[in-house]
């Protein structure tokens, strides 16, 4: 007789799918990289040391900007997940994102360049020049790249018995639309950064 206490516990090994998914921007995307200058004057400020003034140099602070992978400029691919992620918001109490954080998987480029994933953008930047406010009442000038047209591709890995195909790449078109990457987002109450599964090229399967 087998017991409660004896029975063997069969588990399947999770069936998983990874997609090429093709992107184009619909909007500018706008990228701001912490500089090793502006975390070093954070870090000053915190231990109660003043940073030495220097003249503003906008070029430079613009080239410091950028994210840079192997093959030339990226992005986080952290923020294609959390914008895929956060599109749960506009299908009801049945998607949760806490769900879909464990469900979905982005997987990006590392290099010397910048110690986290990336995903490799494609597109001409240019520098931007904005009044930005900070503290109370004050404001600063930033110098920023701008990529006026801009694509990338977004490796996806998803859990099958948990999502389907068309799923993923519904909430990935959602993402890109409602919540966005990058500075001035929709998803922090700008029009910036928005974008969209590219309909001239196709969505590939690797696995």
Known sequence: MVTAASAQVNISRIDAETLIVPIVGTAPLIVHRFSEKAKKQMLDAQQGRKSPKVARDPEA?????????KDGYGFPM???????????RFYGKDVRMTDLRQFLFFKGVLSDADPQPLAVLTGEPRMREDVVRIGMGSSDLRYR??????????????????LTRESVL????AGGLGCGIGEWRPEKKGDFGTSRIDPTREVSVLS
């Open 61 to 69: 602070e613009y080239l410091a900007a950028f994210y840079r992978s």
């Open 78 to 88: 952290i923020a294609f997940k959390s914008a895929t992620v956060g599109a749960a």
């Open 145 to 162: 790249p701008e990529f006026p047209v801009w694509s990338t591709e977004l490796e996806v890995t998803f859990v099958k018995s948990s």
């Open 170 to 173: 519904s909430l990935i078109d």
